[in-house]
């Protein structure tokens, strides 16, 4: 079940077979969301830390009148909430954006990461680096960027994540987000987010039906997006000069 968090890694360091028996032995129990249910509430002070076993989830804060701002999306193979290892309390909030199952990964476990296997434990503190990355971006994203440079990029950024956890071997990912989702997340309505999609359509960019986006032009749709994987601090030694994942043998 911690198959996209080990292949995430990989994407940092080559883990060794006492590392990975380790990693595979964290979660002790899983639990199953419905859509809408929150994962961690903001204030809580969870017990484990949550691994997205199946199903995507999102970053969230909401204000006192109920509008909530959607700040990432989390998929197979991420880890939600690590850093509450180091602080005390839960500063946002994780909802389920899909029927939803994590893994839950005692606290204990992380710290016997943290004091018996330091390069693992490297490995997820990069990956909790990334997810502050990424999160920039989205601020970056709403604060700067057009509509459509926004979607683009949020495809962009999906599709690279996707192949670096695993979970797909061309450019197709599974694609559950509603244009009201978009929305939320891009600070765009539906309406606005339709008209993007269908440009983005209409330039040949991207296939977006039954619930997967295809990427037909990666090329074309990062010149939208004017999208640079470097934030995603992937090893160099498997992505090309242009940002690209090289298949490693």
């Avoid at 009148?65 to 909030?93: A, F, N, P, W």
């Avoid at 670096?164 to 694609?175: D, F, P, Q, R, S």
């Amino acid at each position: 079940m911690i198959d996209p968090l080990l292949e995430k890694l990989k994407h940092y360091t080559d883990l060794e077979k006492h590392e990975i028996r380790m990693l595979r032995a964290a979660p002790t129990q899983e639990k199953r969301l419905e859509k809408g249910d929150y994962i961690i509430k903001e204030g809580e002070n969870p017990p484990a830390v949550h691994l997205i076993i199946d199903g995507w989830a999102c970053r969230c804060k909401m204000l006192s009148d109920g509008r909530e701002q959607v700040m990432g999306y989390l998929i197979k193979g991420d880890l939600c909430d690590l850093h509450v290892t180091l602080l005390s309390r839960m500063d946002h909030s994780i909802r389920a954006m899909t029927t939803t199952t994590v893994g839950m990964v005692p606290e204990e476990s992380i710290n016997r990461i943290i004091e018996d296997f330091p390069r693992l434990a490297r490995a997820l503190f990069w990956s909790l680096m990334v997810d502050e990355a990424i999160a920039r971006h989205w601020i970056l994203n709403v604060g700067l960027r057009s509509a459509e440079a926004r979607v683009a990029h949020l495809f962009c950024e999906l599709l690279v994540r996707f192949q670096v956890a695993g979970l797909i071997k061309g450019n197709t990912l599974e694609m559950p987000m509603t244009q009201a989702n978009l929305g939320e997340a891009l600070s765009l309505t539906p309406v606005h987010i339709n008209r993007v999609l269908q440009r983005l359509r209409q330039k040949g960019l991207i296939i977006l039906a039954r619930k997967e986006l295809t990427v037909v032009d990666p090329e074309g749709l990062k010149e939208v997006a004017e999208f640079d994987a470097v934030y995603l601090h992937l090893d160099k030694r498997l992505v090309n000069h242009k940002g690209e994942l090289i298949n490693k043998k």
